[in-house]
């Protein structure tokens, strides 16, 4: 019987030099991977761990942020009720706060801070404004009234004295910008100008009616709700002429 030797040589072959199993060989691999990885890696990890100490010798963990350069105070100078005020403040000193905190004024009075309550309400060349969403700086050379601008030497103003005459108040607080305002909304009726209630914007209505006088008052609120007597000083303080 005749032995074909070429298929036996490779047998003889790996009985002499064992070829690992697939599975081991794949185990070994697996492992040198994972060493030369291991090598690899250490020398970027240990230049992370010399950089973060080196970066943790020169900026302290947790230092706060800087805070950013203050502005330096200006000169400022208001016109405040026909008088003049040299302030020194930031520029971004709002007027209200310049009026109560720079100026002495406190009849203006802060409720919101934010052009919700019309507590603030001054006048800048006789326009009502509110004066917590403004800068003063913004107000150089400009004519400001305040509360206490509305009264001459020795005699409140019209409309001062209807709020008075209607009792068109009860803690007061909003009192003063209730008071700027209507004088404003007074002059704004008189030059002709028209509101979101005029029924036709191309009449002038010779008389303020309380619709009229509630829309035109209406960014100046009262917790109290003393809105019918302040509506009806204002109906008054517009028949007396004012
Ligand atoms: S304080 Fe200015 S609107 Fe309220
Ligand atoms: S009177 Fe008190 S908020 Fe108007």
Request: glycine share 6%; hydrophobic share 40%; net charge neutral.
């Amino acid at each position: 019987m005749s032995h074909d030797r070429s298929h036996d040589a490779p047998a003889a072959a790996d009985a002499q030099s064992p070829t690992p199993p697939a599975d081991t060989s794949r185990r070994r691999f697996l492992q040198s991977a994972a060493a030369a990885a291991a090598l690899g890696a250490t020398p970027h990890l240990h230049a992370q761990q010399t950089a973060s100490s080196n970066d943790s010798a020169s900026e302290p963990a947790n230092e706060p942020a800087s805070a950013p350069p203050a502005v330096p105070a200006q000169p400022v100078q208001l016109t405040i009720n026909g008088r003049e005020y040299a302030l020194h403040i930031e520029p971004r000193v709002t007027l209200l706060d310049a009026l109560r905190d720079y100026a002495g004024l406190t009849g203006t009075k802060k409720g919101c801070d934010r052009g919700q309550c019309g507590a603030c309400t001054v006048l800048v060349e006789g326009r009502r404004i509110n004066a917590c969403l403004t800068l003063a700086v913004m107000h150089e050379g400009q004519r400001i009234t305040t509360v206490e601008g509305l009264a001459s030497a020795t005699q409140p103003s019209v409309i001062q004295r209807a709020f008075v005459e209607r009792d068109a108040l009860q803690c007061g607080f909003c009192t003063p910008g209730q008071l700027c305002s209507a004088t404003a909304c007074l002059s704004e009726f008189a030059a002709g100008t028209a509101s979101a209630a005029t029924v036709d914007v191309r009449t002038r209505p010779a008389q303020l009616s309380d619709a009229e006088i509630r829309e035109r008052m209406s960014g100046n609120l009262c917790r109290c709700g003393a809105y019918v007597n302040i509506v009806a000083a204002v109906r008054d303080a517009h028949s007396a002429g004012a």
